[in-house]
């Protein structure tokens, strides 16, 4: 009967060491989330949409200088720990009479400037709908706006603003 009771001790020993190492990493899966650069910017609503799968495929390792920053959700991504914000599935503007630039055949609506000096920009008449945001301290939106047109350029593009001016 000794070996019964030793034997199960040593299975419940084994159990809350299996427990205490899951809990372990759990933490240091949450510590990585809090410490990454994307903490607090959600995902689009139609982050899932598989045109953001395509494009997700196709982020450029830099991108206006900045290295890109590893994020582990589905639409988004970040370069320079912050400095340009990727959030691909997000609701498509409808007609506006916000400001609105054409890169290389991409329009982009301006948006409201979060706070921190952001700006913030949605590609028009495209599905899914991509939303930049950059912040003061990037090398510029010009040239931003530039490498990220052409990662949304294949993106069908079904209508277009009415008086885009060209950058």
């Known amino acids: 009967m000794v070996e019964g009771v030793s034997g199960r001790a040593r299975r419940g020993r084994t159990a ?3 427990v205490v ?3 372990l990493a759990g933490a240091g899966l949450v510590a990585g989330e809090l410490d990454s650069p994307v903490f607090g ?27 890109r920053d590893r994020v582990t ?7 320079g720990h912050g400095a340009v914000e990727l959030r691909c599935g997000v609701n498509p503007p409808g007609p506006t009479t916000d400001a ?5 055949g991409v329009d982009w609506v301006w948006r409201a400037s979060a706070a921190g000096g952001r700006k913030k920009l949605v590609t028009f008449g495209r599905s899914p709908a991509v ?14 706006l ?12 079904g209508a277009g603003c009415l008086s885009a001016a060209p950058l």
């Open 16 to 18: 809350a060491a299996l």
């Open 21 to 23: 190492a899951g809990l």
């Open 41 to 67: 910017l959600a995902q689009g609503p139609f982050a899932a949409d598989p045109g953001c799968g395509r494009l997700a495929d196709r982020y450029p390792d830099r991108l206006a200088g900045a290295t």
């Open 73 to 79: 959700f589905a639409g988004l991504a970040v370069w």
């Open 100 to 104: 609105c630039v054409s890169v290389d």
């Open 131 to 144: 939303e930049v945001s950059v912040s003061d301290s990037a090398a510029g939106l010009d040239v931003v």
């Open 146 to 157: 530039v490498d990220l047109s052409r990662l949304v350029g294949p993106i069908r593009q």
